[in-house]
């Protein structure tokens, strides 16, 4: 089943390219990967309405003849563009799984299936369960980036593929896929300096399940702590200047003239802050306010006249 030697022997080591994905990297690339392989076996498994699943095999660093020298001929790969991040990925699946979901989804048993290019008919439907895998691991880096994959070609054969170029080093993620009773490797391609800048972002807060569920729920708490705490909030006029001998020379029943004209709306205040605008009024025996919008609001023909 596998495609790739799983001899033990000396890995080889290009001194062109030192630069190696860390342990940190391949951790944060490990827990995308697998929110990506659980969702994409609930979606196979509602969408082609057979038992599926997907799961992480291997994340691996290889350049990228070797990724396309590992792939059988013919097989099934989608160019995906990686919005807003540069450069192209490729989603590889075998063309017995292709078939039988495709079978599966025009009501098939699945089971064993021809190799051969798909019809007019097939090419839409494997173009939609595509894209709506695309959108499975957009969810899966979600934590990580702003992901908007968009499926561009789709292809049988790697060696036309012109989206890197041989020497470029690329990061393969690697899936045991299951279909019904089909069985298969699946793989995904990221060129390495499109994903390591992301990952260098992020190296230094790479949360676990745990981790980031108590932090959720740090921020829910705070926030509604927050919306219940009471605030000191004042109706003002707007403010006028007076000489220090015309403030210490007040007594009761003087009048003080403010220059607050009376069509503008006084100021709903918060420590300073204006935030709304109120005219005043009352509500039974209570003195109140009612909030109206900003006079930088209000539009100069409010009364709709040329």
Known sequence: MSRRGQGTGPAPYDFRRPIKLSREHVRTLQMAFETYARSCGTLLTTRLRAVSSVSLVSIEQLNYDEYVASLNNPTVIAVVVLDPLPGSALMEMSTSAVMSAIDHMLGGPGGPQPERPLTEVEMPLLR???????????????????????????????????????????????????????????????????????????????????????????????????????????????????????????????????????SRPLDVTVNETVFAHAVPGNQGARLACLVVPSPKESSPKESGRP
């Open 128 to 262: 939609g369960l595509l894209e709506r895998m695309l959108g499975e691991l957009r969810y899966g880096f979600e934590n990580l980036v702003e992901l908007q994959p968009k499926l561009k070609d789709i292809e049988y054969n790697a060696q036309f593929l012109r989206t890197h170029q041989p020497g470029d080093a690329c990061v393969i993620a690697t899936f045991d896929m299951k279909i019904g009773a089909e069985e298969c490797l699946a793989s995904i391609c990221l060129p390495f300096n499109t994903i390591l800048p992301v990952l260098s972002r992020t190296e230094a807060v790479v949360l676990s399940d745990a981790e980031r569920a108590t932090k959720d729920m740090a921020l829910r708490n705070i926030t509604a702590g927050l919306s219940a705490a009471p605030l000191d909030v004042a109706i003002r006029f707007q403010p006028i200047r007076m000489r220090t001998d015309d403030i210490v020379d007040l007594r009761p029943g003087d009048v003080v003239p403010l220059g607050h004209p009376t």
